[in-house]
């Protein structure tokens, strides 16, 4: 399974646009980088995945290098509501279709009103 | 909406017993995963099944068992529980083939072994 390293933690002022990075230098080309987060004392909610292309949508946008060995989830404009451990994970398919997936520990946003 | 349903959401056993926990998902996923979570530490797989009677070992297992008899229905059983198990228990759930949405998780199981 490709790993991915993420920051602990992050701060980030309401309404300022917030950067998470990850790094997975060992991805391979069938793998897709996806993104969760989790409020606490939630299960983790399901953010955006992405292969190479750029990708946005109503919650983040991806940012993923043209080598795809790390990339960038971006909430334009932070509120305390997205105080969260953010988790970007790789999927690893295999053959048969179903899938594990490892998390880490995440990325732990804190909004600062 | 689709939903991801876990049993309980605290529970307090005692050392020694046997615990089940349960997880019914409502989409007609054919994937399901247990999870634990526990500080520091993220959260590891214990076991997962792609379809009805069939399982996984995930990167955790020891401990632990699982039953799939129904699509729906994923069980954790802890045939012994221990003090080390004392952890939140997450349940998801995802489609077979071509996932481009990912898991959909459950609001987990806080689960206390005194």
């Known amino acids: 399974d490709a790993k991915t390293t993420q920051p602990p933690s992050m701060d980030c002022a309401e309404g300022r646009a917030a950067n998470l990075p990850c790094n997975h230098s060992t991805i391979s080309g069938n793998e897709y980088v996806y993104w969760y987060r989790q409020i606490h004392s939630q299960g983790p909610q399901y953010i955006i995945h992405g292969l190479k292309n750029n990708e946005t949508n109503e919650m983040a946008s991806l940012i993923i290098t043209e080598d795809r060995k790390s990339s960038t989830l971006i909430l334009p404009h932070a509120t305390l509501r997205d105080t969260a451990v953010y988790y970007c994970i790789v999927r690893v398919a295999y053959p048969g279709g179903y899938q594990k997936v490892t998390f880490g520990t995440g990325t732990k946003l804190q909004v600062i009103p | 909406d689709v939903k991801v349903t876990q049993s309980s959401r605290y529970l307090v056993k005692r050392t020694g017993e046997k615990v089940f926990l349960e997880c019914v998902q409502d989409m007609d996923h054919e994937n399901m995963f247990w999870y634990r979570q526990d500080p520091g530490l993220g959260l590891r797989l214990i076991y997962f099944?792609?379809?009805?009677?069939?399982?996984e070992k995930g990167d955790i297992p020891e401990g632990y068992s699982v039953s799939r008899e129904k699509k729906e229905r994923f069980s954790l059983i802890l045939e012994s529980a221990s003090t080390n198990q004392t952890s939140m228990y997450l349940c998801?759930?995802?489609?077979?083939?071509?996932?481009?949405?990912?898991?959909?998780f459950g609001s987990g199981t806080r689960l206390t072994v005194v």
């Open positions: 099944s792609y379809d009805v009677k069939m399982k």
């Open positions: 998801a759930s995802s489609p077979g083939q071509g996932v481009m949405y990912g898991y959909t």
